[in-house]
């Protein structure tokens, strides 16, 4: 691969920036701090280089382990639990954006069951962050037998692709925007964390599939005010609907699929077919290991033979 610089970093121009990528030679954006004599970066913020160099090469705001609080944990099935969890209002105000995710682990395990998990709801008066955890293996089954504290490390940003492009002013969603959203699974959880910074003026459809979870658990954490319409009905019961038609005669500005890379293709084709696509938005699903760019657990290769760390991505 020749060089990575000028594509988006999720973290460029953030508390974050720069970050351990600056240190080691291998920023995404700065040609500079990829060990280049030139500046050949499209970034229109506050120069990263500038920054690094001025600050005595010091990585800004790393993100640190933490011991957090388990202030409640309940079990809704066999296999699954909502965790909420004590980190302080600052923290919780970060974790409020869409997209939004911690690493978390049992105090007991070492680093490497560290996994990451997105964040259903931040209570930003009180400090707790809320999480769905499905206890599927070694890293969520050791998290979910926790009954005091778990070790977080956040907030980390990108868990939602596609965000700029619905974002206007004051980093709020586009005023006049209509937008339908699709979960399914534990996808429902960054669902409720993007509905509750859409807010009630926006109007929201969701099409919950209920697989892996339960009714109890949607009807728990999705208020009636943060959605306008709902509907409970399998994917690929949707995916059989016209929704072609739904999406135009719907007049959606953006569709959200939060879902397995299958339903985002197959979303994805429906779309692009449309005379006048609606912004695409869409979970990513990267195999997400240390979220800071560095173990390329993320990696991807477009056709041009680029590596993408995904973790990074927008
Ligand atoms: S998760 Fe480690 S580089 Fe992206």
């Known amino acids: ?12 121009g953030t508390e974050n920036c720069p970050c351990y990528l600056a240190a ?56 699954l639990y909502v965790i909420t969890l004590e980190v302080g209002r600052g923290f919780a105000l970060k974790a409020a954006i869409p997209g939004s995710y911690v690493f978390l682990k049992s105090p007991d395990f070492q680093n490497y069951y560290q996994t990451p998990i997105s964040i259903m709801h931040a209570d930003t008066e009180n ?17 979910c037998a926790q009954e005091d504290k778990l070790i977080v490390r956040g907030v980390y940003r990108g868990g939602i692709s596609g965000m700029p492009k619905i974002i206007g002013r004051f980093s709020r969603i586009i005023p006049d925007s209509k937008v339908l959203i699709l979960t399914k699974g534990v996808g429902f959880a960054p669902a409720i964390n993007f509905l509750n910074w859409v807010g009630s003026d926006t109007e929201t459809e969701i099409i919950i599939d209920e697989d892996k979870i339960c009714t109890q658990v949607i009807w ?8 306008n319409k709902v509907l409970i009905k399998s994917l690929p019961e949707c995916l059989s609907l016209p929704l072609t038609e739904k999406i135009t005669e719907g007049n959606y500005t953006a569709v959200v699929v939060l879902a397995s890379d299958y339903y985002i293709e197959e979303m994805r084709k429906i779309i692009m077919q449309l005379p006048e696509p609606p912004a695409f938005v869409h979970s990513n699903n990267a195999n997400i290991c240390c979220g800071e760019g560095i173990c390329g657990a993320c990696s991807c290769v477009d056709p041009d033979g680029t590596i993408h760390k995904k973790c990074k991505c927008l």
């Open 220 to 227: 728990d954490y999705l208020q009636p005010s943060t959605a």
């Open 127 to 143: 400090g707790f962050i809320t999480v769905l955890v499905k206890s599927i293996s070694a890293k969520t089954k050791a998290i």
């Open 1 to 12: 691969m020749d060089s990575t610089n000028n594509i988006d970093c999720i973290d460029s």
């Open 24 to 79: 080691t030679g291998d920023c995404l954006i700065c040609s500079r701090l990829q060990g280049k004599e030139y500046c050949d970066c499209l970034w229109k913020g506050v120069c990263i280089y500038n920054e690094f160099i001025q600050n005595n090469q010091k990585i800004n705001n790393p993100r640190k382990d933490f011991a957090s609080k388990i202030v409640s944990r309940k079990q809704y099935l066999d296999d």
